[in-house]
């Protein structure tokens, strides 16, 4: 990275290679391959060269490249790359910041970030990088976390905790809180995840260095000033929105 990064940038970039987010296997895989088909179907995948912005564990990528997309995925972080390389059997991936993508201007058929923009400095700067390298005829597919949710709620209670213990407190924390946490996670997540694990998520969720929520409104008025239309949406009642964007002017 340049030694010019901002420290927002840098402290984002630090927390997620000291605390990758959770690695959830062929499970993670089904439920995104689920998920992402209504947006991105058989058919627009295959053979299509698909852009993953902030690929983390590499799992949403796989689940693309097993339906036949071409995949090509950027990183924060040099753990995220790591992992992807080793999720992926072929497909380019490299280490960049998704407010600056190392990709020319309509260079790749369709584009995805799952979870991730929320945690950059600027969201909407992140969607016109992604609208940017998308071709005009293709989709741009983003989940974001939206307000009013529960997930908005806890994260809101939790400012507390962020401001008095830094993130490194989760090192400390004896391992019988770990089998708590285990228990109530694997009603949510449908697996019991091991410690370092747990880590990763209690890190991304609560201790996370920025996180910002997104209104539909909000998203749809992005949209008209990328000149982008609001195709499709779904609403995921506990944290967010998938949205699918495409160009041109009419909205839902």
Not at 38 to 46: G, H, T
Request: proline share 4%.
């Amino acid at each position: 990275m340049k030694d010019s990064e901002s420290p927002a940038r840098s402290l984002t970039r630090a927390h997620y290679e000291r605390f990758p987010f959770v690695q959830g296997g062929q499970r993670r895989v089904r439920h995104w391959t689920s998920r992402l088909r209504p947006f991105l179907s058989d058919e627009v995948v295959r053979d299509a060269v698909v852009l993953d912005v902030g690929c983390g564990s590499g799992e949403v990528a796989r689940g693309l490249a097993d339906r036949g997309a071409r995949i090509v995925a950027v990183d924060l972080t040099s753990t995220a790359v790591k992992r992807t390389r080793a999720a992926l059997q072929a497909g380019l991936v490299c280490q960049a910041d998704a407010l600056r993508l190392p990709l020319a201007s309509h260079s790749v058929d369709h584009s995805v970030s799952i979870g991730v923009l929320h945690h950059t400095p600027d969201c909407f700067a992140g969607l016109r990088e992604m609208a940017r390298v998308t071709k005009p005829a293709g989709s741009i597919v983003v989940m974001l976390y939206a307000r009013w949710t529960p997930y908005h709620a806890l994260y809101l209670l939790t400012a507390g905790l962020r401001r008095r213990f830094p993130v490194a407190v989760l090192d400390r924390v004896p391992r019988w809180c770990w089998h708590v946490v285990r228990a109530a996670v694997a009603v949510q997540v449908g697996q019991r995840l091991a410690d370092n694990q747990l880590k990763g998520l209690v890190a991304d969720q609560i201790f996370t260095p920025r996180a910002t929520f997104h209104s539909a409104r909000e998203i749809r008025r992005w949209a008209a000033d990328l000149h982008l239309s609001v195709f499709k949406r779904k609403h995921l009642l506990m944290h967010g929105n998938i949205v699918e964007l495409r160009h041109g002017r009419t909205t839902l």
